[in-house]
């Protein structure tokens, strides 16, 4: 079954301790992003990968890290969570179309995550 | 429609009615759109798309408008069913220059009653 698979769907954590959300794809994609989603804001764009070894920064990547060493993976890495960053993270992945991603997204299940 | 600030705007259509969700724009370099269904606990799903060469594009049960004029986007949902309620969000695609960046509209919450 094709799927965005995200791990972990819940989390609480206290602040200033490292943690990782995985996120794991298995359609071949060459795109992955994460959003975050909070009330009132819509999804926002944390950080894309065009490619393996490729990544950027979206709307709102204070905060965060990144990785792309595989094609399949793309964990976000959050050095120190503050409790600003409690929200709902999604990764999402898609093929890369003609003339650049005009392709739908494939999202996961969603990592809620709290900062105490 | 989409909009701003904390509450959701919501559309409460009885079951077997036809839904009309609205979404406006901003970017008129945006070539590219789509439209996503979000139930309770669950990841956007992607409904239909449609690319901006296009100004209308069908699916099962679901229609997709396009007017580029005033930047507007629509989704027709014919004989909405309860399962059927969920948000709405549309996203655009903001060109080639930005790189991958969908652009989220707020959503519109979606409720069916019988």
């Known amino acids: 079954e094709a799927q965005v698979t995200q791990n972990p769907r819940y989390l609480i954590t206290v602040t200033g301790k490292k943690l990782t959300v995985t996120c794991s794809q298995n359609?071949?994609?060459?795109?992955m992003s994460w959003y975050r989603q909070d009330p009132g804001l819509g999804l926002r764009q944390i950080y894309y990968?065009?490619?393996?070894?490729?990544?950027d920064k979206g709307d709102v990547p204070e905060g965060y890290k990144v990785s792309r060493k595989e094609k399949r993976n793309f964990p976000l890495i959050l050095e120190s969570p503050s409790p600003n960053q409690t929200s709902l993270y999604f990764c999402?992945?898609?093929?890369?179309?003609?003339?650049?991603?005009?392709?739908?997204?494939?999202f996961g299940q969603g990592t809620r995550l709290t900062v105490v | 429609g989409e909009s701003v600030g904390l509450h959701l705007p919501t559309l409460s259509v009885q079951e077997g009615d036809n839904s009309i969700i609205n979404c406006a724009y901003s970017?008129?370099?945006?070539?590219?759109f789509i439209w996503y269904k979000q139930e309770s606990g669950k990841g956007p799903q992607f409904i239909i798309d449609?690319?901006?060469?296009?100004d209308k594009r069908q699916g099962q049960r679901v229609t997709v408008l396009l007017n580029k004029t005033v930047k507007h986007l629509s989704l027709q949902i014919a004989a909405t069913q309860p399962g059927d309620s969920a948000v709405y969000f549309c996203?655009?695609?903001?060109?080639?220059?930005?790189?991958?960046?969908?652009?989220f509209g707020k959503g519109t919450s979606l409720l069916v009653t019988p």
């Open positions: 996203a655009e695609n903001a060109g080639s220059n930005s790189g991958y960046a969908l652009n």
């Open positions: 449609i690319r901006s060469n296009m």
């Open positions: 359609m071949n994609h060459e795109y």
């Open positions: 990968s065009m490619n393996v070894e490729v990544t």
């Open positions: 970017n008129s370099a945006s070539d590219y």
């Open positions: 999402a992945s898609s093929f890369r179309g003609v003339q650049g991603v005009r392709t739908e997204a494939f």
